[in-house]
């Protein structure tokens, strides 16, 4: 049993996967509030905020990601900034659904989610220990 005073691996990797994510998706939702009313098609510019968006978000969540986990090594650390540019991607998918159901709404509380899990996962796994 170690007592070492130290983060804790698995809480850190869980907030970056969770934190970096989020942040992605919540970026990408904004957007896509922002700019719910343009007309959409191929050649709109809409598709070009949609795709440098979701490109954004991707880059967000793995730079997050990394800087909350700069204390589990190099290789560990590239792993969990792909997993929450994964992460990023699901909700990506998701807005889709989110715009079907709700439209501007769906997508505002789909970002509102996003937005919670990162206040939750710092208020659980990057807490610090009052004693």
Do not use: Q
Not at 42 to 69: C, E, K, M, W
Not at 105 to 128: N, Y
């Amino acid at each position: 049993m170690s007592t070492s005073s130290g983060p804790d691996p698995i809480g850190t990797v869980l907030a970056a996967i969770i934190i970096g994510a989020a942040a992605g998706g919540a970026l990408l939702c904004a957007v896509l509030v922002a700019a719910h009313d343009m007309p959409r098609g191929v050649d709109t510019p809409f598709a070009n905020i949609v795709i440098t968006a979701a490109a954004a978000g991707l880059t967000v969540a793995a730079a997050v990601a990394g800087t909350i986990g700069r204390s589990l090594g190099p290789w560990r650390r590239i792993v969990v900034a792909m997993i929450a540019a994964a992460g990023t991607a699901l909700v990506g998918v998701l807005t889709t659904a989110a715009d079907m159901a709700g439209g501007r709404t769906g997508l505002a509380v789909l970002g509102a989610l996003c937005f919670g899990a990162i206040l939750l996962a710092l208020k659980v796994f990057l807490a610090k220990d009052a004693a």
